[in-house]
């Protein structure tokens, strides 16, 4: 298996924006998750879903922010307008169950820079 | 607030040496831990997996140890390599919420050779 797969892996943009980052999760993992990670905060959790449906998305920062899964292959996180504060590194993990009883499988990141 | 610590950030040691990395939790109410690697530039790998249920999870040279009462956890490395140099990060699913992981800042190892 080719992993959890993100795109793109590095995206450098202007504030103001818009901003859109793929995942392509484990195949046959019924769970998803969009962590973002910062030296100052650390890894968040931003969203998850189970079987394409979001089940939290209280760490989602503020209505600029979007996430949407239309299928059980392919999930985007938007960012819309961008701002400077968003630049940080976008992980995309996938489990096979709900929740976090089982072992979450992350991608290699996204690093967005936004000027 | 449920949060995660861990403590030292940063651990530098000798090749060979056995060491520990320590978590602690605030609250003693939770479904798991579980103990990840990250190497610089890379996504996270996960390690090991430790149920509220048990005490300890062995896989090769580590082993994690929990103990729910006091909110810790420890990782403990043996006959340290360089390879094993990257940043170890501590997560927790708290009960009470929707089973999401609550991660700490890591800890970087450097093994010298």
């Known amino acids: 298996d080719a992993g959890v797969i993100q795109s793109p892996r590095h995206e450098v943009t202007e504030m103001g924006q818009e901003v859109t980052l793929r995942c392509k999760p484990i195949?046959?993992?019924?769970?998803l998750f969009w962590y973002r990670q910062t030296m100052m905060r650390g890894l968040e959790l931003l969203i998850y879903f189970n079987n394409n449906v979001p089940i939290d998305d209280s760490g989602m920062p503020e209505d600029r922010f979007s996430a949407k899964m239309p299928n059980a292959s392919f999930s985007t996180l938007k960012i819309q307008p961008s701002e400077p504060r968003d630049s940080a590194v976008y992980f995309c993990?996938?489990?096979?169950?709900?929740?976090?009883?089982?072992?979450?499988?992350f991608g290699p990141g996204t690093r967005l820079t936004v000027l | 607030k449920q949060e995660v610590t861990q403590i030292p950030a940063a651990l530098s040691v000798p090749e060979g040496e056995n060491l520990v990395l320590n978590c602690s939790f605030t609250?003693?109410?939770?479904?798991?831990l579980q103990w990840f690697r990250q190497d610089p530039g890379k996504g996270l790998t996960s390690l090991l997996l430790i149920q509220s249920s048990q005490r300890e999870q062995t896989s090769g040279r580590l082993n994690a140890s929990l103990d729910k009462s006091s909110g810790r956890s420890t990782l403990y490395i043996a006959a340290s390599q360089p390879g094993d140099s990257a940043t170890y990060l501590c997560?927790?699913?708290?009960?009470?919420?929707?089973?999401?992981?609550?991660f700490g800042k890591g800890t970087k190892l450097t093994v010298n050779p």
């Open positions: 997560a927790v699913s708290f009960q009470g919420g929707s089973e999401k992981l609550v």
């Open positions: 993990a996938s489990s096979l169950f709900m929740g976090a009883a089982d072992t979450q499988y």
């Open positions: 195949s046959g993992h019924n769970s």
């Open positions: 609250d003693s109410a939770i479904y798991n």
